[in-house]
């Protein structure tokens, strides 16, 4: 099974501040990889798709990048309704999986 | 608009069994794989289950830790998707969500979630 390591787990910074996630696939995966976001008590929302394809109706300051093993999400300038948990998954077999979570908290 | 509402949560027993169902409007069901996600309290995103579509003879994928106990289905004349779930631990206590899964770019991923339905597993 492949299994998916985020780092860092929580990340503490500043609205405007530039942020980078990071997320590790135990073996290669090509570019079939999603990222998601999720705020308390609601559902999680796909940001991007194909490790670097943004969903519609997401804004440009979220970015995507990797192949293979290893992957990154970057947040180019913190909004407040970016502070969040952000999730990595994995969908090149079965079982899928996700990263355990990285919490992005207001400094 | 996409709507996906689940249903059928509570608590139960260990041991026992329980029935969710997801609800779905403004898509074409039939088109599309759908999944089961669950989140217990506190933790992280685990997934749980794949049905694929007609066009793929309504095929299964399902996680380890639940392989046997559930089951994932789907009634396309009711534009509704079921997971039933037998012999319940209490390790299965989450919420869980159903997802509407998409053809992107290269490969089929969870795009819609509904907002989830809690089961609660315990004595």
């Known amino acids: 099974d492949i299994q998916l390591t985020q780092s860092p787990s929580f990340l503490s910074a500043s609205v405007g501040d530039r942020v980078t996630i990071t997320c590790r696939a135990s073996q290669g995966i090509n570019s079939y990889l999603a990222w998601y976001q999720q705020k308390p008590g609601k559902a999680p929302k796909l940001l991007i798709y194909?490790?670097?394809t943004l969903q519609s109706g997401v804004p440009s300051r979220f970015s995507g990048s990797g192949s293979g093993t290893e992957f990154t999400l970057t947040i180019s300038s913190l909004q407040p309704e970016d502070f969040a948990t952000y999730y990595c998954q994995h969908l090149k077999s079965f079982p899928l999986a996700f990263g355990q979570g990285t919490q992005l908290e207001i400094k | 608009e996409v709507q996906l509402v689940e249903s059928g949560g509570g608590l139960v027993q260990p041991g026992g069994s329980l029935r969710l169902s997801c609800a779905v409007s403004g898509f074409t069901f039939s088109d599309h794989y759908m999944d089961w996600v669950r989140q217990a309290p506190g933790k992280g995103l685990e997934w749980v289950a794949r049905n694929r579509n007609k066009a793929n003879s309504y095929t299964t994928e399902y996680a380890a830790s639940v392989k046997g106990r559930f089951t994932i289905s789907r009634d396309d004349s009711k534009n509704s998707l079921n997971l039933q779930m037998n012999s319940l631990k209490t390790e299965d206590s989450a919420v869980y969500y159903c997802?509407?899964?998409?053809?992107?770019?290269?490969?089929?991923?969870?795009?819609?979630w509904g907002q989830g339905t809690l089961v609660t597993v315990s004595s």
């Open positions: 194909g490790a670097s």
């Open positions: 997802a509407k899964v998409t053809f992107l770019s290269n490969g089929w991923y969870p795009s819609d």
